[in-house]
């Protein structure tokens, strides 16, 4: 089977002393596609250094919300002039994060606002962070799509990928009728996490994507390690027992909805 890791900071500095043995590990995983998200200039850049030594790596740039946090110039400028090389696919990651960061609301909002701006200019979907903040990251995202060109038409198709998904299932409903897309990951496989099951085992198969967030967030079964890549399979196969669907179907098109946003049309 085949896997897109839609999530998975290899830019992040523990992977420096391995990084070919941990791509290897992910091939041999299944998994052939992989998008590196940057959350400040630096790891914009080297999300796009990545993309282009690796032909199956794709890279995504922005702005995390918590860089608000340093009262450091915010490279919007430069942002907008990474966005257009040929393997950035997409803009993030960017959001709202009240959980590390609740007292620069007003500021995270403006940033957000202005990296949208920056999405609809490229014509490229988002990846969306979201911690403690759900409504607020819905309302600004939904008045933004509401406020599309025609001309986009890309980001009508599916204006995006909200990152370890925090909502509800009405909220996830809501968002689908935009296209929107959810990633799930690591944390599926851990017991107390009833909402998150609850959204995953009835969200139509359309609207999943599969993620890491590698180092961050492993699986159950590597609680304590840095999470790779090749975990995913862990991830597909408890969604698998979730929603009680035949693995090769349902791997399949979850496969083809990451594909279908960030490569091409069609994988096949």
């Given at each position: 089977?085949?896997?897109?890791?839609?999530?998975?900071?290899?830019?992040?500095?523990?992977?420096?002393?391995?990084?070919?043995?941990?791509?290897?590990?992910?091939?041999?995983?299944?998994?052939?596609?992989?998008?590196?998200?940057?959350?400040?200039?630096?790891?914009?850049?080297?999300?796009?250094?990545l993309?282009?030594?690796?032909?199956?790596?794709?890279?995504?740039?922005?702005?995390?919300?918590?860089?608000?946090?340093f009262?450091?110039?915010?490279?919007?400028?430069?942002?907008?002039?990474?966005?257009?090389?040929?393997?950035?696919?997409?803009?993030?990651?960017?959001?709202?994060?009240?959980?590390?960061?609740?007292?620069?609301?007003?500021?995270?909002?403006?940033?957000?606002?202005?990296?949208?701006?920056?999405?609809?200019?490229a014509?490229?979907?988002?990846?969306?962070?979201?911690?403690?903040?759900?409504?607020?990251?819905?309302?600004?995202?939904l008045e933004?799509?509401?406020?599309?060109?025609?001309?986009?038409?890309?980001?009508?198709?599916?204006?995006?990928?909200?990152?370890?998904?925090?909502g509800n299932?009405?909220?996830?409903?809501?968002?689908?009728q935009?296209?929107?897309?959810f990633?799930?990951?690591?944390?599926?496989?851990y017991?107390?996490?009833?909402?998150k099951?609850?959204?995953?085992?009835?969200?139509?198969?359309?609207?999943?994507c599969?993620?890491t967030?590698a180092?961050?967030l492993?699986?159950?079964?590597?609680?304590?390690?840095?999470?790779?890549?090749?975990?995913?399979?862990?991830?597909?196969?408890?969604?698998?027992?979730?929603?009680?669907?035949?693995?090769?179907?349902?791997?399949?098109?979850?496969?083809?909805?990451?594909y279908?946003?960030?490569?091409?049309?069609?994988?096949?």
């Open positions: 089977m085949n896997f897109f890791d839609t999530h998975c900071h290899l830019n992040h500095s523990s992977f420096q002393p391995d990084l070919d043995e941990v791509l290897q590990r992910a091939f041999d995983s299944g998994v052939t596609n992989i998008l590196v998200p940057g959350w400040d200039l630096d790891s914009s850049q080297a999300a796009v250094d993309a282009e030594k690796y032909p199956q790596i794709v890279a995504a740039v922005g702005i995390h919300p918590t860089e608000i946090m009262g450091r110039a915010l490279p919007l400028h430069e942002i907008r002039e990474l966005c257009k090389h040929p393997k950035v696919v997409a803009i993030g990651e960017i959001g709202l994060d009240y959980h590390h960061d609740p007292d620069h609301v007003q500021d995270q909002q403006s940033l957000l606002v202005e990296l949208l701006e920056i999405a609809t200019e014509d490229k979907p988002v990846i969306l962070h979201s911690r403690e903040s759900m409504n607020d990251v819905k309302q600004i995202i933004w799509v509401n406020h599309l060109p025609l001309t986009t038409f890309k980001l009508l198709k599916c204006p995006g990928i909200f990152h370890a998904f925090e299932l009405h909220d996830a409903m809501e968002l689908i935009y296209g929107f897309r990633g799930v990951g690591g944390p599926l496989t017991k107390n996490v009833s909402l099951k609850e959204v995953f085992s009835t969200l139509p198969v359309q609207n999943i599969l993620e967030d180092p961050y492993s699986p159950a079964k590597h609680r304590g390690e840095r999470n790779e890549p090749s975990f995913i399979p862990i991830v597909a196969d408890t969604l698998s027992r979730l929603r009680d669907e035949i693995s090769d179907a349902l791997y399949n098109q979850i496969f083809e909805n990451s279908r946003i960030f490569i091409k049309e069609k994988a096949s």
